[in-house]
């Protein structure tokens, strides 16, 4: 059984979630620039499995796709073709950013760090994966990987 991986794309850089092994609890992994991001899946599927990606899908307040989504399409198409036995999941990560400052704040992280865009992107990476596997729970009534 693999586990389900968050992602949170943008144009410099890509934020990464790993669920744990049960895939319950979302965990900030790492973040990568974007022209790393094939290098470091590839390798990271070497050793580990992957049951399903789960993207961050920028939407306006009015719940129709944002502009963004002229750079992520092409992503997601490449993931999808790359990877065709891997599901991908689109989440509304409108507020995740913001999110991932506030639980900054309250977890006692210093203002300077807070100022770090790579911390901030892979936080949000989790904050999307853990509103995916919270919703499934709801939604099924149980995980992601029971039947």
């Known amino acids: 059984m693999g586990r389900i991986m968050g992602i949170d794309y943008g144009t410099k850089r890509i934020g990464i979630a790993l669920a744990d092994p ?38 306006t307040m ?7 989504v002229k750079y992520i399409n092409p992503f997601i198409r490449k993931l999808s073709i790359a990877y065709p036995g891997i599901p991908v999941h689109l989440v509304d990560e409108r507020f995740t950013s913001g999110m991932a400052l506030s639980a900054m704040i309250e977890g006692g992280v210093r203002k300077k760090q807070r100022k770090d865009k ?5 936080i949000s990476a989790a904050i999307i994966l853990q509103s995916f ?8 009534g149980r995980p992601w990987n029971e039947g």
Request: hydrophobic letters at 35%.
């Open 22 to 59: 049960l895939n319950i609890f979302a965990s900030p992994l790492k973040t990568v620039r974007n022209n790393e991001f094939e290098e470091f899946l590839r390798e990271y599927l070497k050793t580990e499995k992957i049951d399903g990606f789960v993207i961050g899908y920028p939407r």
């Open 133 to 140: 596997l919270d919703r499934r729970k709801t939604e099924e």
């Open 118 to 122: 790579a911390m901030v992107d892979k």
């Open 62 to 68: 009015n719940n129709e796709a944002s502009e963004a």
